[in-house]
């Protein structure tokens, strides 16, 4: 170490003398001794004053240009060097030096910036207002295609230092996507997909830029898929598989992505992975079929890319997947179970997979999960069957395969996931009037339902309990399920749920009071009265933002209230003639002869 403050007085003298080869004698002597010890010598170099002096020395016609650049690359691999060869003036020099010709420059002159601008903002601002990002894009750009070592290791180095520049932070990331630095690194990733550094550092480079939306359309716009899924199917190791997932993950999340992988065989690569890793216990093998399994469920989300696997479900990989449900292996079955939910997007693929028997799979899962169970594997299950009973042609079969029942035995539940899926199944199903009324007598559930209509930290839980109280009433038309709501407490929840912010929730609660005004008036009166029902209605009939099926129906439930002596007196009280007069000029036929007709009944019965 005394060797090297001898080293820093010489250089001094020198770097102002400019005396060729006793400055380059002090570099080596420097470069040796970050060597041994980067950290000391870095210290010592920050103390000496001497970062202030390379800013002269990177000069492009000076021999000794690319070792001061490495030394500057060497240092400030240390965190606390970085800002200090910012406030030294060496970014503007460096970035002058990315226009050279020698390509040793060039080299450590990258390494030099990428290593400044490592998880340094002051380091990245400073080459940002140089223009040196805009330099190493073109550089990429012209040397694309070049493949001898020594171009490697530059462009290596160059994506190394644009990742440096940009990672985790957006506007940097925005610039260089703007800068077209996407088209070109999917162009090296195809050249050189020998070349393990280099590919490696496009992979790093897109996980960082895919995270970005506005990166997804250019990708689209190459053949990165085609590309990822031959690098892919070359990788044994772990490790590198792991970084192409994580690529593919992100892009994943864009349609049109999604289809150009699934055509460039990604899935066959996904479900041999599954096949080779299914039975190991290795934490690696088990990550990897997670990984491998989502990304697969991922795919299915686009509406082209699922249609393309289904194949009419004759397809192998739809297949495939249903061999999943039935396995032993817990993230296989919530994989299938979520591949189901996937394919049960339209129609027809609900048909067709409900008349092949998948509600018994998806129910003997179901069963397997009932005590202390796989949430996920139960939210998953319960997804899958509420989508399949969207068409109207499979409620009827599902009913009668037992699938209320099945769901039923998750009641319990205190899963605000799983009561929501359970909650949207039974909705899908109740349609018939039979199946809506023997589930609305049912004491357990409507007591169930009841407490979770209070369920104000999950919203969705609320509002599907809403939703299935009301339907209940509505397509069963049942005084015996009107009273057992009655008798547990839920009319004030439909009450409330005549004010809800959605306009479909508002006419389903105001068409189930309707029913229950109709049907049972004397058994829910009280209960009408405390919930305030009267005030609310006249409410909906003042406001001008109530929609017209809202100002109908409030009509309608006002008319069938007058049945009600106590009920009665609150609606004149109230002076409804006003609201419901105005009403008859308006602008929707429906309900302006519903005023109409509602202006006729108040006056006769006031």
Not at 34 to 58: D, H, P, R, V, Y
Not at 145 to 169: H, Q, R, W
Not at 399 to 425: C, H, R, W, Y
């Amino acid at each position: 170490m005394d060797n090297l403050s001898d080293t820093l007085k010489k250089l001094k003298i020198t770097a102002v003398d400019r005396t060729e080869d006793s400055l380059e004698g002090c570099l080596d002597c420097l470069l040796q001794a970050l060597a041994q010890n980067n950290m000391e010598t870095s210290e010592k170099i920050q103390g000496s004053g001497i970062l202030q002096l390379f800013a002269s020395l990177l000069i492009p016609q000076s021999s000794c240009t690319a070792k001061v650049a490495n030394i500057i690359a060497e240092v400030a691999k240390n965190e606390f060097m970085r800002i200090p060869c910012v406030d030294a003036g060496l970014i503007s020099p460096l970035v002058q030096l990315l226009n050279s010709k020698d390509q040793e420059v060039l080299l450590q002159t990258g390494r030099a910036l990428g290593n400044i601008c490592y998880d340094s903002h002051e380091g990245r601002s400073a080459v940002g207002q140089a223009g040196g990002a805009q330099i190493v894009v073109d550089h990429l750009r012209s040397l694309c295609s070049i493949t001898d070592p020594a171009s490697e290791k530059l462009l290596t180095v160059f994506c190394g230092m644009l990742m440096n520049y940009s990672n985790e932070n957006d506007s940097l990331q925005a610039q260089l996507i703007n800068m077209g630095v996407i088209p070109t690194l999917v162009k090296l990733l195809g050249i050189h997909c020998q070349n393990a550094a280099l590919t490696e550092m496009c992979l790093v480079a897109f996980g960082n830029l895919a995270e970005l939306e506005s990166s997804k359309e250019q990708f689209a716009s190459t053949n990165i898929a085609e590309e990822l899924v031959k690098l892919f199917k070359k990788q044994i190791e772990h490790d590198k598989r792991e970084m192409i997932f994580e690529v593919l993950a992100p892009l994943a999340e864009n349609d049109a992505i999604k289809l150009q992988l699934v055509e460039a065989g990604l899935v066959e690569c996904l479900l041999e992975i599954v096949q080779q890793k299914v039975d190991s216990d290795k934490e690696d093998d088990i990550a990897e079929l997670k990984t491998a399994s989502d990304l697969m469920v991922l795919l299915l989300l686009g509406d082209e890319s699922m249609q393309k696997l289904f194949e009419g479900g004759k397809g192998n990989v739809f297949q495939r997947v249903l061999s999943w449900i039935p396995s032993n292996n817990h993230q296989l079955q919530l994989a299938g179970a979520l591949a189901i939910a996937n394919f049960a997007r339209n129609d027809g693929n609900c048909i067709h997979m409900v008349e092949n028997g998948i509600v018994e799979k998806l129910m003997d899962l179901l069963d397997r999960h009932v005590e202390d169970g796989n949430v996920t594997v139960q939210h998953a299950a319960l997804s899958a069957l509420r989508n399949l009973a969207i068409p109207v042609v499979n409620k009827a079969k599902m009913l009668s395969s037992g699938v209320t029942e099945a769901v039923l035995k998750f009641l319990k539940s205190e899963m605000p996931p799983v009561q929501f899926k359970l909650l949207g199944t039974l909705r899908m199903l109740i349609d018939a009037q039979e199946a809506a009324e023997q589930l609305g007598k049912n004491v357990k559930l409507v007591e169930r339902l009841v407490e979770w209509c209070e369920a104000k930290d999950h919203a969705g839980v609320m509002g599907e309990s809403n939703r299935l109280l009301s339907a209940l009433i509505r397509h069963s038309k049942s005084k015996d399920v009107i009273k057992t709501i009655v008798q547990s407490s839920g009319i004030k929840h439909l009450v409330t749920m005549a004010t809800s912010e959605h306009v479909i929730m508002q006419n389903e609660a105001l068409v189930a009071l309707a029913l229950i005004a109709a049907l049972e008036l004397g058994t829910a009166e009280k209960d009408l009265e405390s919930a305030k029902l009267v005030q609310i209605l006249h409410r909906l009939l003042a406001d001008d933002r109530s929609a017209p099926e809202i100002k109908y129906n409030s009509m309608v439930l006002i008319c069938a209230l007058m049945g009600s002596e106590s009920l009665h007196k609150e609606v004149q009280d109230l002076a409804f003639l006003d609201v419901v007069s105005k009403l008859r000029s308006h602008e929707n036929k429906s309900v302006a002869q519903q005023a109409s007709l509602t202006e006729q009944r108040l006056t006769v019965e006031s």
